[in-house]
């Protein structure tokens, strides 16, 4: 038995990458997974079929990140379900790059929708259903410490969820939930399997000359959302290996 045992967990994205490793090890640990997707919904459902093989639970729930309405439907559903929300993992992200001057108002609604917004909306409904002493995670991405000349929006966005972050931490300290960010670099699978050019570089920017495994991640979501870590909170957790960029 795990030290999540008898936990519910929310995972948004966790079709793949990530989001995919996260939902197996959470569910390793014991917990129930709400494997929410946007548009994998074959790797959501291939989640939810290996969890369901190793002897856990879960269920694929799928909601446009972007849509509050969709986000308060899936909430609905979640009512439904046997037992009450422990743990909620904001892990759905979307990076674009392009030089300023010439931004899109759908891009930047895309890259603020689903890195800011969703989160927002996810922790609003949440909140309401969330047991006390639960655990609340969000993704920031070291680009929003170091910012990319490309990619200023999404360092923009992750930098706002970070804020968010300590607000939250602050607002539901009363209720014994914490509320922390991690602050991934380069990973893979991840957003990096779409961008190869990029592979070297990022490699060389770190003194352990590779990038990062989405399991490593995983682990550090297992410890914030145990016991454990009930004094972590409004934290943000740089895990890029040392890299300088």
């Not at 979640?78 to 992200?93: A, K, Q, Y």
Request: proline letters at 4%; aromatic letters at 6%.
């Amino acid at each position: 038995m795990g030290n999540l045992t008898g936990k519910v967990a929310l995972v948004t994205g966790s079709g793949r990458g990530i989001g995919r490793e996260v939902a197996l090890r959470l569910a390793e640990d014991g917990a129930s997974i709400i494997a929410h997707y946007s548009g994998t919904k074959a790797g959501a459902e291939e989640v939810v079929q290996q969890i369901q093989a190793n002897g856990g639970t879960a269920v694929a729930y799928q909601a446009d990140i972007c849509k509050r309405d969709e986000i308060v439907r899936m909430f609905q559903q979640i009512d439904e379900r046997p037992g009450v929300l422990d743990i909620v993992v904001n892990n759905s992200g979307v990076m674009t790059t392009s030089n300023f001057g010439d931004l899109s108002t759908e891009q930047v609604d895309l890259v603020f929708g689903v890195n800011v917004f969703g989160p927002l909306y996810i922790v609003d409904e949440a909140i309401k259903r969330i047991r006390d002493g639960g655990r609340i995670i969000n993704f920031s991405s070291s680009v929003a410490k170091y910012p990319l000349a490309s990619a200023g929006i999404y360092s923009a966005a992750k930098k706002a969820l970070e804020s968010f972050t300590e607000s939250w931490a602050r607002a539901l300290a009363p209720r014994n939930i914490t509320v922390n960010a991690i602050v991934p670099g380069a990973v893979s699978p991840g957003m990096m399997d779409a961008s190869p050019q990029y592979l070297p570089h990022m490699i060389a920017a770190s003194p352990f000359g590779r990038i990062g495994k989405a399991t490593e991640i995983a682990s550090i979501v297992s410890f914030l959302a145990s016991e454990e870590a009930s004094w972590v909170t409004g934290g943000q957790i740089l895990a890029n290996g040392a890299a300088n960029t």
